[in-house]
């Protein structure tokens, strides 16, 4: 016989809430901040845009670095959001354990080929 502790109800799951928000807030204002400023720097560069002046705007230390940052907040961004889909719609737990590994094996090999890219130029 189950034992009745009460109304009171068990509530699962991470319980992010709160900060998982306010870092896709932060992330996506920082992508649109940095991609506004890419624009800006395209719009307002002279002559045509070719690959000499796209590699020179990301030469300079301090933009590949910037853009690093970037991508890091960009796969924190999408992490958060690919693990609460797994987490809302694949019920089976196996499945989303297999769902949530190949999302960040994805994910942190896009984060190697975009540090490769990026230091390459």
């Known amino acids: 016989m189950a034992a009745n502790y009460g109304s009171r109800r068990a509530v699962v799951g991470a319980h992010y809430g709160l900060r998982d928000w306010l870092v896709q807030r932060f992330t996506g204002a920082l992508m ?6 890419v624009l800006a720097q395209v719009i307002f560069s002279s002559g045509p845009m070719g690959y000499d002046k796209w590699a020179g705007i990301f030469a300079a230390q301090w933009m590949k670095a910037l853009t690093f940052a970037v991508i890091v907040a960009l796969i924190w961004h999408v992490w958060i959001g690919m693990r609460d889909i797994w ?11 297999v769902l949530q590994v190949l999302t960040i094996v994805w994910l942190l090999s896009c984060g190697g080929w975009a540090l490769q890219v990026l230091w390459r130029l």
Do not use: I, N, S
Request: aromatic residues 12%; proline residues 6%; hydrophobic residues 55%.
């Open 32 to 37: 649109t901040l940095f991609t506004l400023a």
């Open 87 to 97: 987490m809302d719609y694949v019920h089976p737990v196996g499945a989303r354990l």
